[in-house]
């Protein structure tokens, strides 16, 4: 069989290639060892509760996102993101201090004091420095000053991608922010003179599941082979001979002149691919993922005494508390939970405390309620309870990324046909991820 391109892995990542492509006439095969397509995406429906144990919305930013979602069939269904859910909030000396988008909000709240609101509007004064390693935590503290890293980059690092501020590179981890200082010499003059984004926050009827099962609708006739496991992967003056096994145990495989790497990165020493190769998946071997454990709980509303009235929260390391924050999925998107009642979903683990995430469930159970009868006010135990572990969670942009990065980069050079794609490379956000993607597919279909 003769294909233009063999996709491993059916998550979001490996599905954005492949609509991409069968869009454009090509012919794909995507190979998925579980039973279902969407990857990290995890939605649960159980009595009138709906629950996502992995990406909880997915954020998109203007019209091209917008026609992206379209193309997938998505336009009439989309959910926005409840105007009652536009603050988030921190959690600092025991007290929830609530954020907007407004920069006001900032500096009418007691969130920093009047020291740390001066340093962090000194940064308009401040010189161009730091180097292409610089830590988040060094390049925060450089520009904003130690109490504005400590009590708003720290938990967003914490929030977004499990890490430690410490650890991850700037550079890859948010490089957008470092970009305003290289060609505004400010990050807040260069937020000021950009045009809005236009960012939302939505989400969809039947959960994030409805969103990778639109992007595999045109995976017909035998496109996506769910269940399958690779078992020989070479490549000759043909292209890339692929061969798997699929559910029922039977032998198959493929030629193709793409072969698209969508796996997370701590799978790739498990696929049969040659010793060359393999040397280079050794820069990888090394690549952070830490744990991250998701509990979701059901409560009646009566027994939350907190209003819910935003996001949900996020939590400084400083604040030495045993979750990471705690989101308010019944506050932004209709349908989460039954009439009268309210669905939280806490983070626990991560870079930083990684033995968290792998605690027993009572032991999680434990932690969780003491948790939130000091932040919310919840009382008694929950109605409904998901516990969801994932033992490789979020890939760490640390200070080595761009070296690993570029070892994909000389692979992909030496390897003709050879792509590598998804959140462990340019960046981890779900719509980035979607997006690139489909550039990826777009891109291979044409060629």
């Not at 280079?280 to 690549?287: I, V």
């Not at 405390?353 to 009868?373: G, I, K, M, S």
């Amino acid at each position: 069989m003769q294909l233009d391109a063999v996709i491993l892995g059916a998550g979001p990542a490996g599905l954005a290639v492949a609509n991409a492509m069968v869009s454009a006439g090509a012919q794909v095969k995507v190979i998925e060892p579980a039973g279902r397509p969407g990857g990290s995406i995890r939605t649960i429906h159980a009595d009138g509760w709906l629950v996502e144990t992995g990406p909880n919305t997915l954020q998109i930013e203007g019209e091209n996102d917008q026609a992206l979602l379209e193309r997938y069939g998505l336009a009439e269904v989309l959910q926005e993101a409840d105007h009652a859910s536009a603050q988030r909030f921190i959690l600092s000396k025991g007290k929830l201090h609530a954020l907007t988008n407004q920069p006001s909000s900032l500096f009418k709240g007691d969130l920093l004091t009047w020291r740390g609101k001066l340093r962090f509007l000194s940064e308009i004064f401040r010189p161009r420095g730091g180097h292409a390693e610089e830590t988040v935590q060094a390049f925060m503290t450089r520009r904003f000053g130690a109490e504005a890293a400590d009590l708003l980059m720290d938990p967003v690092v914490s929030g977004v991608h499990a890490g430690d501020p410490g650890r991850l590179c700037m550079a890859n981890s948010f490089p957008s922010i470092p970009a305003l200082e290289a060609s505004h010499r400010s990050v807040i003059l260069g937020l000021m003179r950009q045009p809005p984004k236009g960012r939302r926050i939505i989400g969809f009827p039947s959960g994030m599941q409805q969103l990778a099962d639109a992007i595999a609708a045109p995976l017909r006739d035998g496109a996506l082979e769910l269940g399958a496991m690779a078992t020989l992967i070479r490549r000759d003056a043909r292209g890339w001979n692929v061969a798997w096994r699929n559910a029922q145990g039977q032998e198959d495989g493929a030629t193709a002149k793409h072969l698209i790497v969508t796996a997370p990165h701590w799978q790739w020493a498990s696929l049969p691919f040659d010793e060359e190769l393999k040397k280079t998946f050794r820069e990888w071997e090394r690549a952070e993922a830490p744990p991250v454990t998701v509990v979701a709980r059901g409560y009646d509303r009566a027994a939350v005494a907190h209003p819910l009235d935003g996001f949900g929260y996020l939590i400084p390391g400083n604040e030495k508390r045993q979750i990471l924050g705690c989101l308010f999925p019944s506050t932004v998107l209709p349908g989460r939970s039954p009439q009268g009642k309210v669905l939280l979903c806490c983070f626990i683990g991560g870079a930083r405390n990684p033995a968290l995430a792998r605690q027993t469930d009572e032991q999680l159970r434990a932690l969780v309620d003491r948790e939130l009868a000091e932040t919310l006010g919840v009382s008694g135990p929950p109605e409904k309870e998901w516990i969801q572990r994932w033992e490789r969670a979020i890939p760490q942009y640390g200070v080595d990324q761009t070296r690993r990065e570029a070892a994909l980069a000389r692979a992909e050079a030496k390897h003709p046909g050879l792509h590598f794609h998804g959140a462990f490379r340019g960046g981890i956000s779900l719509m980035h991820v979607i997006r690139a993607g489909d550039a990826l597919g777009q891109a291979l279909a044409k060629g």
